[in-house]
C-alpha cells in the first residue's frame, strides 16, 4: 500500500532553495528551463515543522557531528571526571556510530539519531561504566555495548522522520535503514527566467555631506508555480517504526506538514509564504507508482488574466484522466483533491474533490489499515 502527494504551489517572488552562487536553482525539463526545489530542503522543511512534531507527539532525530559532545552533555555518572567521560565517550563513539575527525570532537560524518537512541547510547555507557573506565577492560565492554546495542535498534527506530526518509552509514551498515518515503525535487510547470535584485543599504550614522549608500549587491529570485511529488511506502514505514498507530500519525503529520511547511531560504527578504493551491492525495495498493511530473513536460503557457495555477491544474487533471484510461484505475483505493480556487478547472479529479483540509487528511487515513488489520 502507498500513499501519494501531488501538489501545485504558486510562489511570490523568492530565493527558497539556493545553488552554490547563491541564486535559485533550477533544472532542464521538456527542453526549457525550470525553477527547481531540491528534495532535500523539502525534506528538511517538513521534518523541522511544528505541526509534523505536534501530531506524531515525537521529537524529531537530530543530524550532527557533534555527538561526543552531545552524550557528554547526557551522561549523569557519579563523581567522574570530564576527561574520564569524553576519554570513555571517544572510545564508544567511533566503534558504535563513525570514527572521529582529526579534531577529535565531532564524527567524519553526519550522524542522524533520534533522541532516544541517543539516550540509549548514554544509559549503556553508565550501566558499563566501570568496565569502560578501565582500559584494561574497555575494548571488551565496547565489543558487547556494541553488540547489544546495534541488534536492538537494527532495522527499527523511534523517530518519524528517520523511518520516512531514511538513514544510511557506510561504514555501519548494521544501522541502515530503508526510507520508507520518496521525495521528487519540485519543478516548475513552466517555463523560468531568474530575475536579479540590485539593493543597497543606507549608513544610519554617515555624515550629513556624505552621499551614497552603505553597502549594495545582487540577490537572485524568481516566481514560478511548482509542481510536488511524494510517495510513502506503508508496509516499510510500518516496519521501519514497528508501531502501526506511530505510522498512522507519521502519514497525518507527514500530510499536515507538506501542506504548511515551506523552506526558509530568503524569507525574511521575500517572504513567499503561499500555502498549496492544489494537493491530490491518492491511496493505491501494490503497483506502479504514478508521477505526474509529465502533465509538465509540454511547459505551461500563461492565459491572460489568468496566470500559471488554473493552466497547470487542468494539465495535471489532464493527465490523470490519461493515465487512469490507459493503465486502469484498479489499484486506485482513494483519491481526495483540495483546491483552494472552488472554480479550479478539475474534470477528471470532480468526483474526488472534499471540502478542506481536515477531510483530505481523513480521506487518506480512513483508507489506511488499522492495528487490527495489521495484525
Known amino acids: 500500500m502507498f500513499v501519494e502527494l501531488h501538489m501545485i504551489q504558486n510562489f511570490a517572488p523568492a530565493n527558497l532553495n539556493r545553488d552554490d552562487t547563491n541564486n535559485p536553482k533550477d533544472c532542464e525539463f521538456g527542453g526549457v528551463r525550470r525553477a527547481r526545489i531540491s528534495s532535500q530542503c523539502i525534506k528538511r522543511a517538513i521534518r523541522e515543522s511544528d505541526v509534523f512534531e505536534q501530531i506524531t507527539q515525537v521529537e524529531p532525530a537530530v543530524r550532527t557531528k557533534w555527538v561526543v559532545r552531545l552524550l557528554c552533555e547526557r551522561l549523569g555518572v557519579d563523581d567522574a571526571s570530564e576527561a574520564d567521560v569524553r576519554a570513555v565517550v571517544e572510545a564508544v563513539v567511533p566503534a558504535l556510530l563513525s570514527k572521529l575527525d582529526r579534531d577529535g570532537q565531532r564524527t567524519a560524518v553526519l550522524l542522524y539519531l533520534s533522541a532516544s537512541e541517543i539516550d540509549s547510547i548514554a544509559s549503556d555507557i553508565e550501566a558499563n561504566w566501570q568496565a569502560l573506565l578501565d582500559e584494561k577492560t574497555r575494548a571488551a565492554a565496547i565489543k558487547d555495548l556494541t553488540k547489544a546495542w546495534s541488534k536492538a535498534h537494527k532495522g527499527t527506530t523511534s523517530a518519524p522522520d528517520i523511518a520516512l526518509f531514511g538513514r544510511m552509514l557506510a561504514e555501519y551498515p548494521q544501522l ?129 488574466d489568468e496566470g500559471f495555477v488554473a493552466p497547470s491544474a487542468q494539465a495535471l487533471d489532464a493527465y490523470w484522466e490519461r493515465l487512469t484510461q490507459t493503465y486502469g484505475s484498479a489499484t486506485l483505493i482513494r483519491t481526495a483533491a483540495l483546491a483552494i480556487d472552488p472554480d479550479l478547472p478539475l474534470q477528471s479529479l470532480a468526483s474526488a474533490r472534499v471540502a478542506d483540509l481536515n477531510a483530505w487528511v481523513a480521506a487518506v487515513l480512513d483508507a489506511l489499515p488499522g492495528e487490527e488489520a495489521m495484525g
Open 176 to 304: 541502515n535503514l530503508e526510507a520508507a518515503c520518496q521525495v521528487a525535487h519540485a519543478i516548475s510547470t513552466h517555463r523560468t527566467t531568474m530575475e536579479m535584485d540590485f539593493y543597497t543599504a543606507v549608513d544610519d550614522l554617515n555624515p550629513e555631506d556624505t552621499v551614497g549608500a552603505g553597502m549594495m549587491g545582487f540577490t537572485g529570485f524568481d516566481s514560478a508555480c511548482f509542481y510536488r511529488y511524494a510517495r510513502i511506502d506503508w508496509k516499510q514505514l510500518v516496519k521501519n517504526l514497528g508501531d502501526v498507530a506511530l505510522a498512522r500519525r507519521t502519514v497525518e503529520g507527514f500530510l499536515r506538514a507538506a501542506v504548511a511547511a515551506l523552506p526558509t531560504g530568503k524569507q525574511n527578504s521575500f517572504a513567499a509564504h503561499n500555502p498549496p493551491s492544489l494537493s491530490l492525495a491518492v491511496v493505491r495498493e501494490d503497483g506502479m507508482g504514478w508521477s505526474l511530473a509529465n502533465a509538465f513536460e509540454r511547459p505551461v503557457s500563461p492565459r491572460r
